[in-house]
């Protein structure tokens, strides 16, 4: 059996070494730890599942690309490509620079195979089998080396392909962005062309606007004065608009107190007994604007035209009776200065006394104090009036006259001609009429003078009430107390 020597030992080592190349680069600085598996495939003992391959990455890579495809612009799709492109020229030249190592790989794997051969011949026993087992090694890792290169060779033709087609990808995007770009470029000149025309248009109008503005001024101050003078024509006669749109419910609400007061005045009949019935009872709502009358009740209830008939006025809260002036007839229309009193009607026949009263204040008009209020502000209304009677005789003409009510005077006018005018004083008179049948609501009674009286007839009660507070008014701003006789009549007493 041949020795081997420490010395011969040490020789072979110091020759194997020289006998390397020293260009060679080795990938690590000791040898792999392979295990040879089915086949003499060479296994590595450590793999690493987390490291991908080059194929698979490119593979992934690609995959993003097209779901990222839907949603990029032309734009960020135009970097994406070329981005990939250079990722795939990077990975060409990686796959290049593995084709060398892997051929300085087959170099150095057949010198170490040449190296082996040689001393498999120079030792025996134990250390040649150690030899040939190295040299089976390396055989089995030639083997994987080539099957890696041709591995290598087919993912190089494949990120070929890939470069070919991003770099084809990046040119038509490029071709998409330069379309786009000249057709943003088209749609901006558009734009400013539009913008310029609308710039023409708009100093061209502007030119004609200030030829013609003022004769546009004049033409619009003209319908300015215009409508004001439409509305100040129209302005009195909101609230009678108001006043037609409530009409049905003032027609039920008047229904429903005429069936009240009825009751009451049966509740009262029955209070009485039936051993003493009234002859006589009044009819009519009890509010102003209507008009209360004395009416029978009874078969045996005398004419009331042969009887002596005094209204009176009542206040609600002290009850001191005040006889209403020239109001002796069965008829009786409210006026404002009976809102919130109670009237009675005294009635003589033979000595004998009946007195009739209403159930309960005067109520005032629905409206009526707002429209006085509106009509306060004007300083000057105009009524249409008739003139009945003049200084006690019936006046034949039924012609339109005009009745001013202003904030110093009163003036009444035909047309153009003044009929007569005054300012307020103590002499002057002003009340609804006594009596005068069912027009009796719609009529005053103006006593401008001593010596000259007037009867006029408005178009509806509510002119009517509304000129008498609306006088009454402005002559208290004058310190003026205006009211009917009666009233001159209880301040002299």
């Given at each position: 059996?041949?020795?081997?020597?420490?010395?011969?030992?040490?020789?072979?080592?110091?020759?194997?070494?020289?006998?390397?190349?020293?260009?060679?680069?080795?990938?690590?600085?000791?040898?792999?730890?392979?295990?040879?598996?089915?086949n003499n495939q060479i296994l590595d003992s450590k793999e690493d599942p987390k490291v991908l391959s080059m194929k698979e990455v490119v593979a992934r890579e690609t995959a993003l690309l097209l779901e990222q495809h839907k949603r990029l612009s032309v734009r960020d799709?135009?970097?994406?490509?070329?981005?990939?492109?250079?990722?795939?020229?990077?990975?060409?030249?990686?796959?290049?620079?593995?084709?060398?190592?892997?051929?300085?790989?087959?170099?150095?794997?057949?010198?170490?195979?040449?190296?082996?051969?040689?001393?498999?011949?120079?030792?025996?026993?134990?250390?040649?089998?150690?030899?040939?087992?190295?040299?089976?090694?390396?055989?089995?890792?030639?083997?994987?080396?080539?099957?890696?290169?041709?591995?290598?060779?087919?993912?190089?033709?494949?990120?070929?392909?890939?470069?070919?087609?991003?770099?084809?990808?990046?040119?038509?995007?490029?071709?998409?962005?330069?379309?786009?770009?000249?057709?943003?470029?088209?749609?901006?000149?558009?734009?400013?062309?539009?913008?310029?025309?609308?710039?023409?248009?708009?100093?061209?109008?502007?030119?004609?606007?200030?030829?013609?503005?003022?004769?546009?001024?004049?033409?619009?101050?003209?319908?300015?004065?215009?409508?004001?003078?439409?509305?100040?024509?129209?302005?009195?006669?909101?609230?009678?608009?108001?006043?037609?749109?409530?009409?049905?419910?003032?027609?039920?609400?008047?229904?429903?107190?005429?069936?009240?007061?009825?009751?009451?005045?049966?509740?009262?009949?029955?209070?009485?007994?039936?051993?003493?019935?009234?002859?006589?009872?009044?009819?009519?709502?009890?509010?102003?604007?209507?008009?209360?009358?004395?009416?029978?009740?009874?078969?045996?209830?005398?004419?009331?035209?042969?009887?002596?008939?005094?209204?009176?006025?009542?206040?609600?809260?002290?009850?001191?009776?005040?006889?209403?002036?020239?109001?002796?007839?069965?008829?009786?229309?409210?006026?404002?200065?009976?809102?919130?009193?109670?009237?009675?009607?005294?009635?003589?026949?033979?000595?004998?006394?009946?007195?009739?009263?209403?159930?309960?204040?005067?109520?005032?008009?629905?409206?009526?104090?707002?429209?006085?209020?509106?009509?306060?502000?004007?300083?000057?209304?105009?009524?249409?009036?008739?003139?009945?009677?003049?200084?006690?005789?019936?006046?034949?003409?039924?012609?339109?006259?005009?009745?001013?009510?202003?904030?110093?005077?009163?003036?009444?006018?035909?047309?153009?001609?003044?009929?007569?005018?005054?300012?307020?004083?103590?002499?002057?008179?002003?009340?609804?009429?006594?009596?005068?049948?069912?027009?009796?609501?719609?009529?005053?009674?103006?006593?401008?003078?001593?010596?000259?009286?007037?009867?006029?007839?408005?178009?509806?009660?509510?002119?009517?009430?509304?000129?008498?507070?609306?006088?009454?008014?402005?002559?208290?701003?004058?310190?003026i107390v205006l009211a009917g006789p009666e009233d001159r009549t209880s301040r002299t007493q």
């Amino acid at each position: 059996m041949t020795r081997i020597s420490r010395d011969f030992a040490n020789t072979m080592q110091k020759k194997a070494a020289h006998a390397v190349s020293r260009d060679v680069i080795f990938a690590s600085s000791h040898f792999p730890n392979y295990k040879l598996g089915a086949n003499n495939q060479i296994l590595d003992s450590k793999e690493d599942p987390k490291v991908l391959s080059m194929k698979e990455v490119v593979a992934r890579e690609t995959a993003l690309l097209l779901e990222q495809h839907k949603r990029l612009s032309v734009r960020d799709l135009a970097n994406k490509f070329e981005k990939g492109f250079a990722a795939a020229v990077k990975l060409s030249e990686e796959a290049r620079l593995i084709e060398a190592a892997s051929l300085e790989k087959h170099v150095l794997l057949k010198k170490l195979r040449d190296l082996l051969e040689a001393l498999r011949g120079r030792v025996a026993g134990r250390n040649k089998d150690d030899a040939e087992e190295a040299i089976a090694m390396v055989e089995a890792l030639a083997v994987q080396l080539t099957q890696r290169e041709g591995e290598l060779i087919q993912e190089k033709a494949e990120v070929k392909k890939l470069a070919d087609f991003l770099k084809q990808a990046s040119e038509d995007a490029k071709k998409l962005v330069d379309e786009e770009r000249a057709f943003a470029r088209a749609e901006i000149e558009r734009a400013r062309a539009a913008v310029q025309r609308v710039e023409d248009a708009l100093q061209e109008q502007e030119r004609m606007s200030q030829a013609s503005g003022k004769h546009d001024l004049e033409e619009l101050m003209k319908e300015v004065q215009e409508a004001r003078r439409i509305k100040m024509l129209h302005q009195p006669s909101k609230v009678m608009d108001m006043e037609h749109e409530l009409q049905a419910l003032r027609i039920q609400l008047e229904e429903k107190s005429k069936r009240a007061i009825q009751l009451q005045k049966e509740l009262a009949m029955t209070k009485r007994g039936e051993e003493n019935p009234l002859l006589y009872e009044l009819d009519g709502p009890e509010a102003l604007g209507s008009i209360l009358q004395i009416i029978p009740c009874s078969d045996n209830a005398p004419e009331i035209s042969i009887c002596t008939v005094q209204w009176y006025r009542v206040s609600s809260e002290g009850g001191k009776r005040d006889p209403i002036s020239g109001a002796t007839k069965s008829v009786y229309a409210p006026e404002p200065s009976d809102v919130g009193r109670v009237l009675q009607a005294d009635i003589v026949l033979d000595g004998q006394k009946i007195t009739l009263s209403t159930t309960g204040p005067i109520e005032p008009a629905p409206g009526l104090g707002s429209y006085v209020e509106a009509l306060v502000r004007k300083h000057d209304t105009q009524f249409n009036v008739v003139v009945t009677q003049m200084n006690g005789a019936e006046h034949p003409s039924e012609a339109i006259h005009h009745l001013h009510v202003g904030n110093m005077r009163m003036k009444l006018c035909k047309g153009k001609a003044t009929v007569v005018k005054e300012y307020y004083s103590n002499t002057m008179q002003l009340c609804g009429v006594r009596g005068g049948g069912n027009a009796a609501s719609q009529a005053l009674f103006w006593q401008v003078k001593n010596d000259v009286s007037l009867v006029l007839a408005f178009e509806s009660e509510r002119e009517r009430n509304a000129a008498i507070m609306l006088a009454r008014r402005f002559a208290y701003d004058c310190n003026i107390v205006l009211a009917g006789p009666e009233d001159r009549t209880s301040r002299t007493q």
